[in-house]
């Protein structure tokens, strides 16, 4: 259950004594840099209710170098959506993975930061770039967690990232006149106050959002309950009973961010939310970790109905089918399980997955065949 990367930030005296100039990255870097993934299309259902669409984009670290480019980059899965008449106005949900906002940290800075090999250089050179900020937020802004590097970080970031993350999905709502469950993104105790996402001096947290098909963001925030132990470093946890249950036009949705559809008290909250539909946005890396033997809970104890002797014996890939959604969704009131996963290569980092999906009270087989720089989505009808 390795779902996020860990990187370290260096500090030393020299930096303090250091001057950087910022130097944007040329357009015509990143138009050859830009992934041109090749789409895979899963379809399922004959309703004509309305459709929900998971997608899991392939993204690098270059989808991420301007506001632009990761509209751009994102908006490819919502007009094949659309090319392929599997948008409804204003009766469609777009789902996407855990993290996609998270590396809005690096968005509009200097292209210094792009030509790093790891994502270990790519933090160091972020701070060296912005060392003011770092020292006045390192040294005045109130720290809640062990790796206050970590947390400094996307603390001094936290507003450019927030107004960007907030302008990209607006947009595409609008655009599409589709409602967007955006995935997740790293935030210091954000609220939605008079419409607007706002960061405030509290503890770092996972959060997801919903955006109506109108642009407007839902003030209610998904808050990641389970962290797992090196996200505990620098993320707090959320509480159960105050996630919400968001009101569509397909019915009531219930979001688990990653780590959070392994744990039986959260299918305990879904039934008493009356969902019918259940989306988990995550995150898995490195790329090979599916094949890997599954460890057991990370950074908690492994709940009661687990099997002992399945701990480094099944593969992760199993686990998250056993132990994960499609293991634990016995509700017959959701008719719609999707569970997504963030797919590309982020400096050294390589995340993969597959989507696990289940219709109608039954798991439905993921489809794919892997293919290099490919992006997935997977249409449901209700």
């Not at 003030?219 to 509480?239: N, W």
């Not at 908690?300 to 499609?326: F, S």
């Amino acid at each position: 259950m390795r779902f996020f990367v860990s990187f370290s930030v260096f500090l030393s005296i020299g930096i303090l004594t250091l001057h950087c100039k910022k130097q944007p990255l040329e357009t015509s870097i990143l138009s050859v840099n830009l992934p041109k993934p090749n789409l895979y299309l899963q379809i399922e259902g004959k309703g004509k209710r309305g459709t929900v669409v998971g997608i899991e984009p392939y993204l690098n670290k270059y989808s991420y170098a301007t506001e632009e480019s990761f509209y751009a980059s994102v908006r490819e899965y919502f007009q094949k959506a659309k090319d392929n008449e599997n948008i409804f106005v204003d009766r469609t949900i777009f789902v996407l993975p855990e993290y996609i906002g998270t590396w809005l940290v690096v968005t509009a800075e200097a292209k210094s930061i792009f030509e790093k090999e790891t994502i270990t250089e790519a933090m160091e050179e972020l701070v060296k770039q912005n060392i003011g900020s770092f020292l006045w937020h390192y040294v005045f802004s109130p720290s809640y967690s062990s790796d206050h590097l970590k947390e400094t970080l996307f603390r001094m970031k936290a507003w450019q990232m927030t107004d960007r993350y907030q302008s990209i999905f607006s947009r595409l709502a609008r655009e599409y006149r589709v409602a967007i469950v955006a995935g997740s993104i790293v935030l210091p105790h954000p609220k939605v106050v008079e419409g607007k996402i706002t960061p405030t001096d509290g503890p770092l947290e996972n959060v997801s959002f919903y955006f109506h098909p109108d642009g407007r963001v839902d003030d209610q925030i998904v808050r990641k309950l389970f962290p797992i132990a090196e996200e505990k470093q620098f993320l707090s946890e959320g509480k159960l009973n105050q996630n919400p249950t968001y009101r569509t036009a397909l019915g009531k949705l219930y979001t688990m961010v990653c780590a959070d559809s392994w744990f039986p008290e959260v299918y305990q909250e879904l039934t008493q939310t009356e969902a019918e539909i259940l989306v988990v946005p995550s995150f898995v890396a490195p790329k090979d970790v599916w094949s890997e033997k599954w460890n057991g809970y990370n950074g908690y104890a492994n709940p009661k109905d687990i099997n002992l002797k399945d701990i480094g014996t099944i593969t992760e890939k199993l686990a998250w089918k056993k132990y994960a959604m499609n293991g634990r969704l016995k509700n017959p009131n959701v008719k719609l399980g999707m569970n997504v996963f963030f797919r590309g290569e982020i400096w050294d980092m390589t995340a993969s997955g597959d989507a696990f999906l289940q219709f109608l009270g039954k798991p439905l087989n993921n489809l794919v065949k892997e293919e290099k720089n490919q992006g997935r989505l997977y249409v449901f009808y209700l």
